[in-house]
């Protein structure tokens, strides 16, 4: 066991940031040529997400054993914890440019294109949200707030109880409340992600709601879209730090790779919320 005043413990050369990279451009490549029509784009993007997964699962499985086996101080927790808070916060500013793009086109350039100038070439364009925006005469009916986005709210707020009730848990050195905690998070994580699955179906085959319909299908999907990977990613993280509970890992003093996991699950959570408000409610 490293003591307080030990040097600061370096890891071995790793090969997982470079699988993380290969599995971001893999996704990134596949999902824009997919949009784009080309056959082949899904397998890619699939095929990009499988080595996200590896990469996760496996990098989380070194850093187990390296904290298992005592070579973290307080200097290396305390390290973590920026990382994961700096981590956040990239990702607060990644949503924060989407949620911008939405109140850019519902403030500004729809009230915009529909003002006396813009009627002489566009003359039966209505500026009111929901709208495709000029040009594009294919009908869509929005997604409304009070049915699946509701139910799925009240899933993720849940799960953001049953994860800080599997936290008092470890906490307490209940290690049944913990497992328990983190098996109910993960069932509504999943809850919600296939509910999602069934909303997106249901957009594109009976409301006819595209990523091509314009400013509201672009914003809806990106945004939706992009929440439901971090909520994906979460619950990977989750089944990971599952198994290490079940495996008898983390202690009430020691058991940061628990917290960083319950925080950015609460960022999720929060990302949610303002997401159902302004994309289905308002």
Same mark, same amino acid.
């Given at each position: 066991? *490293?003591?307080?005043?030990?040097?600061?413990?370096?890891?071995?050369?790793?090969?997982?940031?470079?699988?993380?990279?290969?599995?971001? *451009?893999?996704?990134?490549?596949?999902?824009? +040529?997919?949009?784009?029509?080309?056959?082949?784009? %899904?397998?890619?993007?699939?095929?990009?997400?499988?080595?996200?997964?590896?990469?996760?699962?496996?990098?989380?499985? =070194?850093?187990?054993?390296?904290?298992?086996?005592? %070579?973290y101080n307080k200097q290396v927790d305390t390290s973590f914890r920026w990382g994961m808070g700096w981590f956040i916060f990239s990702?607060v500013m990644f949503f924060a440019a989407f949620f911008g793009a939405l109140f850019y086109m519902r403030v500004l350039s729809v009230?915009?294109?529909?003002?006396?100038?813009?009627?002489?070439?566009?003359?039966?364009?209505?500026?009111?949200?929901?709208?495709?925006?000029?040009?594009? %005469?294919?009908?869509?009916?929005?997604?409304?707030?009070?049915?699946?986005?509701?139910?799925?709210?009240?899933?993720?707020?849940?799960?953001?109880?049953?994860? +800080?009730?599997?936290?008092?848990?470890? *906490?307490?050195?209940?290690?049944?409340?913990?497992?328990?905690?983190?098996?109910?998070?993960?069932?509504?994580?999943?809850?919600? *992600?296939?509910?999602?699955?069934?909303?997106? =179906?249901?957009?594109?085959?009976?409301?006819?709601? %595209?990523?091509?319909?314009?400013?509201?299908?672009?914003?809806?999907?990106?945004?939706?879209?992009?929440?439901?990977?971090?909520?994906?990613?979460?619950?990977?993280?989750?089944?990971?730090?599952?198994?290490?509970?079940?495996?008898?890992?983390?202690?009430?003093?020691?058991?940061?790779?628990?917290?960083?996991?319950?925080?950015?699950?609460?960022? =999720?959570? =929060?990302?949610?919320?303002?997401?159902?408000?302004?994309?289905?409610?308002?």
């Open positions: 066991m *490293l003591s307080q005043s030990a040097r600061y413990f370096v890891p071995d050369p790793s090969r997982w940031p470079i699988f993380g990279s290969i599995a971001l *451009l893999s996704m990134a490549f596949g999902a824009t +040529t997919s949009f784009n029509g080309v056959s082949w784009g %899904k397998y890619l993007l699939i095929a990009g997400l499988l080595v996200l997964v590896y990469m996760i699962v496996g990098w989380f499985s =070194v850093v187990a054993h390296e904290s298992e086996g005592g %070579k990702e009230p915009w294109l529909g003002d006396l100038e813009h009627k002489l070439l566009w003359p039966e364009f209505a500026a009111s949200w929901p709208v495709a925006g000029p040009g594009i %005469k294919e009908q869509f009916s929005p997604m409304g707030a009070w049915g699946i986005p509701a139910l799925n709210t009240l899933l993720l707020l849940s799960s953001g109880v049953t994860v +800080t009730w599997a936290h008092w848990g470890l *906490l307490r050195n209940n290690r049944p409340q913990l497992i328990w905690g983190l098996v109910m998070t993960i069932a509504l994580g999943m809850t919600f *992600l296939g509910f999602q699955i069934y909303e997106y =179906v249901h957009a594109y085959s009976e409301l006819n709601l %595209k990523l091509t319909m314009g400013a509201y299908g672009a914003t809806f999907f990106m945004l939706t879209g992009f929440h439901g990977f971090h909520v994906t990613v979460g619950t990977i993280m989750l089944w990971v730090i599952l198994f290490r509970s079940v495996a008898g890992h983390f202690k009430a003093e020691h058991h940061f790779g628990f917290e960083g996991v319950a925080w950015y699950w609460h960022f =999720v959570d =929060v990302v949610w919320l303002i997401l159902f408000v302004f994309v289905y409610w308002v």
